[in-house]
């Protein structure tokens, strides 16, 4: 895979990603991006990503150490790179526009830290991605659940 396909692969990944966000929202689960959320609710998400990710990691390792053929390991860590992905950015991104709410223009600046992550994990130093997931969050976490605990 050259560094194009790998490209159009994460493209791919991002629009599937859009699309089923679209579907829960249509749908009205938790994942809603339409109704905001606390911080807790917020918080209470975070290890859903995280084990999602790890659970993901782990069958990835137990599919290489299964000493499978070439091709069937590539299609097998393949799917679950996929899942882990698609897993991820769903739960991570619904919360973000979720929790963005509680802010005036809180649907454009979710979208642009969004924007920022994909940009970042297509043509820029991994980082740099890991550092607008972070700070992402730490953001959702900081905004107040109501203006008026600001005041």
């Not at 929790?99 to 809180?106: A, I, K, L």
């Not at 642009?112 to 972070?134: E, N, T, W």
């Given at each position: ?5 790998s ?13 089923l966000?679209?579907f829960?929202t249509?749908k009205?689960t ?20 995280a ?24 299609i ?35 979208a642009v830290?969004?924007l ?36």
């Amino acid at each position: 895979m050259n560094p194009y396909h790998s490209n159009l692969f994460f493209i791919a990944e991002y629009i599937l990603s859009a699309l089923l966000m679209a579907f829960l929202t249509y749908k009205k689960t938790p994942l809603d991006v339409r109704k905001p959320i606390s911080r807790k609710a917020l918080l209470k998400r975070l290890p859903l990503a995280a084990a999602a990710v790890i659970l993901s990691i782990l069958l990835m390792t137990g599919v290489y150490l299964l000493h499978l053929d070439l091709t069937k390991n590539l299609i097998l860590i393949g799917i679950l790179q996929l899942f882990m992905t698609l897993s991820a950015n769903i739960i991570l991104g619904s919360s973000w526009i979720q929790r963005y709410r509680v802010y005036p223009r809180g649907r454009e600046l979710a979208a642009v830290v969004i924007l920022m992550y994909i940009i970042a994990d297509l043509f820029m130093p991994s980082g740099i991605k890991y550092a607008i997931l972070v700070m992402g969050t730490v953001l959702a976490f900081i905004f107040p659940n109501h203006w008026s605990d600001w005041e």
